[in-house]
Nanobody, 125 residues
């Protein structure tokens, strides 16, 4: 399984970015997918996750109402639409995947078996 994240960049506060994650593997539709982020000097933190079916999503309180996770199982893609960006959103964003995990594990980094290389998002004030 390989994950390739893209779409990061530099944006002003209040702007938007859309991150994409391309996944290899024929069983993508059986994976729960998530986005995590890590700011300099901080631990990796959960941002958003979506169930394998696409029917259930989960968001960190810090991004709820501003970020939207989606997936296209036909294309083996997962996306993170980020609106109303703030300087505090500056981080390296990672996509992650795992076979179906308990709902309680969706926001936990150790639940995920596979990680992409990360894409830098920088929000200027």
């Amino acid at each position: 399984v390989q994950l390739q994240a893209s779409g990061g960049g530099l944006v002003q506060a209040g702007g938007s970015l859309r991150l994409s994650c391309a996944a290899s593997g024929r069983t993508f539709r059986d994976w729960d997918m998530a986005w995590f982020r890590q700011a300099p000097g901080k631990e990796r933190e959960f941002a958003a996750a979506m169930r394998y079916s696409g029917g259930t999503s989960l968001y960190a309180d810090s991004v709820k109402g501003r970020f939207t996770i989606s997936r296209d199982n036909a294309k083996n893609m997962v996306y993170l639409q980020m609106n109303s960006l703030k300087p505090d959103d500056t981080a390296v964003y990672y996509c992650a995947s795992t076979p179906r995990v308990a709902y309680s594990g969706l926001a936990v980094p150790s639940s995920y078996a596979h990680w992409g290389q990360g894409t830098q998002v920088t929000v200027s004030s």
